[in-house]
């Protein structure tokens, strides 16, 4: 199930931040955490199963009612079993009423998500 962050996961949520190819370099990865801590209108979620394996931060754009994706990752051990599908799916679930978007760091894996 998708949980919201708290600053108890930073060390796991960095982590599985660090492996969106854009979130290399250590000085970004904390920035993008710092941003997830502070501004209001972005949000980190994890998905925890028995442990913690996936992410997916998202930054809502509520003039346009609309939820754009801004990193998704899974741990590579639970990779290719559905686990970011199933990320996408319940995302889409807890916000019926809004629009999905993705930018160009996501855009890929998002729109198979809405081939499923
Ligand atoms: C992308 C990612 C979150 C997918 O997680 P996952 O739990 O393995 O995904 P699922 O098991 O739900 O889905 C697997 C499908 O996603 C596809 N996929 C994996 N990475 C992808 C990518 N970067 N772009 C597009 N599709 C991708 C797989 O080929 C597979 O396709 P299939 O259903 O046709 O076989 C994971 O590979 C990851 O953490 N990658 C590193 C972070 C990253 O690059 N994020 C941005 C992705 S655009």
């Given at each position: 199930?998708?949980?919201?962050?708290?600053?108890?996961?930073?060390?796991?949520?960095?982590?599985?931040?660090?492996?969106?190819?854009?979130?290399?370099?250590?000085?970004?990865?904390?920035?993008?955490?710092?941003?997830?801590?502070?501004?209001e209108?972005?949000?980190?979620?994890?998905?925890?199963?028995?442990?913690?394996?996936?992410?997916?931060?998202?930054?809502?754009?509520?003039?346009?009612?609309?939820?754009e994706?801004?990193?998704v990752?899974?741990?590579?051990?639970?990779?290719?079993?559905?686990?970011?599908?199933?990320?996408?799916?319940?995302?889409?679930?807890?916000?019926?009423?809004?629009?999905?978007?993705?930018?160009?760091?996501?855009?890929?894996?998002?729109?198979?998500?809405?081939?499923?």
């Amino acid at each position: 199930m998708l949980i919201r962050y708290k600053k108890t996961f930073e060390k796991i949520a960095m982590g599985l931040l660090s492996f969106m190819p854009n979130e290399k370099d250590l000085k970004k990865l904390q920035q993008t955490m710092k941003d997830y801590e502070t501004e209001e209108n972005r949000q980190l979620f994890l998905w925890k199963e028995e442990d913690i394996i996936g992410l997916i931060g998202v930054l809502f754009h509520d003039d346009q009612n609309a939820i754009e994706i801004l990193h998704v990752s899974v741990n590579p051990s639970h990779r290719f079993q559905g686990v970011g599908k199933r990320m996408v799916k319940e995302l889409k679930e807890m916000y019926a009423d809004k629009e999905i978007i993705s930018n160009k760091d996501t855009a890929s894996f998002i729109e198979k998500c809405d081939l499923c």
